[in-house]
């Protein structure tokens, strides 16, 4: 079957760094994607990985490792408005995307 | 501004009666989806539709339709087959193959609570 793994919470410090895990487990793999959801809204696109290796986005980077399954979203200066869920989804071989339940991303003062 | 609406954005029903979650886009995109998200979870499919007068099942049809007369378009209606229809519904369209861009971009989501 098809399974997108990640933690249900995090708790981090402001100014802080955090980094977010994804293992996935798909019928083929067409890339991974990282979404942003503020309670009660819409996700929105924070970053698509293909190939293996960093992408550095502003305070936001992701990373992939295709060999392992593995992803994750690394988030620096943290600060209180990105206090919310953080969503991995993988395009599977019928460029469907698979979602994970995502990761609650609280930040502290 | 391009974009997708979702209207409305809080909706009320009584049990046993059906409901239309209106979805309109106006991005050109070919591919348009339906999720569910209940609270503490991710996304689940419903329905998705990859070309006008074309549409899939996802993973929770059950209890759901869906149509798709116009590129613009895609219309869920929440039936009274299905058990539990209190949840967030979000909406989502694509470029797809056109472009081989697979990025979803969703609308601001309707939320019904059926009593």
């Known amino acids: 079957g098809q399974n997108i793994d990640q933690p249900t919470e995090m708790t981090a410090t402001e100014g802080a760094i955090v980094q977010i895990n994804c293992t996935y487990q798909t019928s083929g793999f067409n890339g991974l994607f990282w979404y942003q959801q503020h309670a009660g809204e819409a996700p929105t696109f924070l970053s698509y990985n293909v190939l293996d290796g960093l992408e550095e986005k502003g305070r936001f980077s992701s990373f992939l490792s295709r060999s392992k399954g593995y992803s994750y979203l690394l988030l620096k200066e943290l600060q209180m408005k990105d206090s919310a869920s953080y969503l991995c989804a993988a395009l599977d071989s019928n460029y469907q995307l698979i979602w994970g339940a995502g990761t609650k991303l609280i930040i502290k003062p | 501004d391009g974009g997708i609406t979702q209207s409305p954005k809080y909706l009320f029903r009584k049990e046993g009666q059906n409901v239309t979650l209106s979805c309109e886009q106006n991005l050109n995109h070919d591919a348009m989806y339906w999720y569910r998200q209940d609270p503490g979870q991710g996304l689940r499919l419903i329905y998705y539709s990859q070309i006008v007068n074309d549409f899939q099942k996802g993973d929770i049809a059950e209890g759901y339709s869906v149509s798709r007369e116009k590129k613009e378009s895609f219309p869920l209606t929440v039936t009274s087959a299905q058990k539990n229809p209190t949840a967030f519904y979000l909406c989502?369209?694509?470029?797809?193959?056109?472009?081989?861009?697979?990025?979803?971009?969703f609308g601001p989501g309707t939320r019904l609570t059926v009593t």
């Open positions: 989502a369209s694509s470029s797809g193959t056109s472009d081989f861009s697979y990025e979803q971009y």
